[in-house]
């Protein structure tokens, strides 16, 4: 079977394509015919930092969708031929795929393997962010950086589904035209710190009551001006730059910053069913639209990371072995 793997850390020239042996599943794992794999701004930085799970060579790439092909010892709970989808499984930039039966979730007849795996690891973050880490209360007045991203887009609409408003940030007016297309009440150009006075205008002085800060270092000090007293900074953007540093007697009107990292929302087997059951029939209601940014054929992978990390792309960019 082909796969991408990383032979040397480094730049998506990395990323190359080759024969591997199909994987046979393991104890307690599921192998998966992958149909689409996605592409994280994360996966760059395994590509030029390393995984959390082993030394090069490796196959990068941690969801996807497909079907089960074989089963291993033990597994139950799946048949050869069911629809999965799975999140946090090294090794998706590939045609097959051995992993863990407890991180595959079932998917629903009315969503498509494109669709499914676009939302496993967006659609699932920016779920944690507005129910749990910043929980977005209706009438809540929030601020979205990189609204028209993968992460920015599934927040745009999953904080409207919960009656807040959005005021949206986008470097250029094409993707500000989308973020408001998906939702954002208001969208304001910028690039660096340009956004803190068209915020603090459309807030009357007052700021926002959550900013989902993941445009990385560059933008997090001034999102500290535009907090509202009591409100809170939820910072994502890690692999954006470096990570900001913030000596805790800064922290203005007595605003709380958050940290959220993708397991504390699924701590467990059943939480991941939840949530990605959830995150489907919000799907399926319409209530959040997945826009796909960009289709590569799996031998394309380096192009693919090249467009993200150039920050010419918009919603979600997948890869189809
Ligand atoms: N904490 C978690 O659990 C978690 C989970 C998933 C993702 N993340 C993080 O969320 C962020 C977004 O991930 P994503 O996969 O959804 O990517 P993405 O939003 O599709 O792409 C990143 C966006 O960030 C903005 N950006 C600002 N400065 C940039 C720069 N120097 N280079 C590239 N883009 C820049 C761009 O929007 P504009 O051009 O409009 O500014 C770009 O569209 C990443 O930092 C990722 O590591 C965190």
């Known amino acids: 079977m082909q796969a991408i793997t990383v032979e040397r850390l480094g730049g998506p020239e990395?990323?190359?394509?080759?024969?591997?042996?199909?994987?046979?599943?393991?104890?307690?794992?599921?192998?998966v015919d992958v149909s689409v794999a996605g592409v994280n701004f994360m996966d760059t930085g395994t590509r030029r930092l390393g995984t959390a799970v082993g030394?090069?060579?490796?196959?990068?790439?941690?969801?996807?969708?497909?079907?089960?092909?074989?089963l291993g010892e033990g597994v139950?709970?799946?048949?050869?031929g069911d629809r999965v989808a799975w999140v946090y499984a090294y090794g998706s930039y590939a045609e097959q795929l051995a992993l863990p039966a407890a991180s595959a979730v079932p998917v629903p007849?009315?969503?498509?393997?494109?669709?499914?795996?676009?939302?496993?690891?967006?659609?699932?973050t920016a779920h944690h962010f507005v129910t749990e880490a910043a929980p977005v209360e209706p009438g809540q007045v929030t601020l979205v950086h990189a609204a028209a991203g993968g992460v920015g887009q599934k927040l745009?609409?999953?904080?409207?589904?919960?009656?807040?408003?959005?005021?949206?940030?986008?470097?250029?007016?094409?993707?500000?035209?989308?973020?408001?297309?998906?939702?954002?009440?208001?969208?304001?150009?910028?690039?660096?710190?340009?956004?803190?006075?068209?915020v603090l205008e459309l807030t009357g002085g007052e700021g926002v009551h959550t900013?989902?800060?993941?445009?990385?270092?560059?933008?997090?000090r001034a999102?500290?001006?535009?907090?509202?007293?009591?409100?809170?900074?939820?910072?994502?953007?890690?692999?954006?730059?470096?990570?900001p540093v913030v000596?805790?007697?800064?922290?203005?009107?007595?605003?709380?910053?958050?940290?959220?990292?993708?397991?504390?929302?699924?701590?467990?087997?059943?939480?991941?069913?939840?949530?990605?059951?959830?995150?489907?029939?919000?799907?399926?209601?319409?209530?959040?639209?997945?826009?796909?940014?960009?289709?590569?054929?799996?031998?394309?992978?380096?192009?693919a990371h090249r467009d993200i990390e150039s920050r010419a792309t918009t919603g979600k960019l997948l890869l189809l072995p």
């Open 109 to 124: 007849d009315g969503v498509s393997d494109e669709v499914a795996a676009s939302v496993m690891m967006q659609g699932i």
């Open 247 to 303: 000596t805790i007697t800064e922290l203005p009107n007595s605003i709380k910053i958050c940290y959220p990292t993708f397991f504390d929302h699924i701590p467990t087997r059943e939480a991941l069913l939840r949530h990605s059951a959830e995150i489907f029939d919000l799907v399926q209601d319409g209530r959040l639209q997945v826009e796909i940014g960009g289709r590569y054929p799996l031998k394309d992978a380096a192009r």
């Open 14 to 31: 990395e990323l190359r394509i080759g024969e591997r042996p199909t994987p046979e599943p393991g104890p307690g794992e599921i192998r």
């Open 211 to 220: 900013v989902f800060e993941g445009g990385g270092e560059t933008t997090f």
């Open 55 to 70: 030394p090069v060579p490796f196959v990068p790439g941690v969801e996807g969708a497909g079907q089960v092909s074989a």
């Open 223 to 243: 999102s500290m001006r535009v907090v509202r007293r009591n409100g809170t900074l939820l910072y994502y953007g890690v692999l954006i730059g470096s990570v």
């Open 76 to 80: 139950t709970g799946f048949r050869v």
């Open 156 to 198: 745009t609409q999953l904080i409207k589904a919960r009656g807040g408003t959005v005021i949206g940030v986008a470097s250029t007016p094409e993707k500000a035209e989308l973020a408001r297309r998906i939702g954002a009440d208001h969208v304001v150009v910028s690039t660096g710190d340009a956004f803190v006075e068209p």
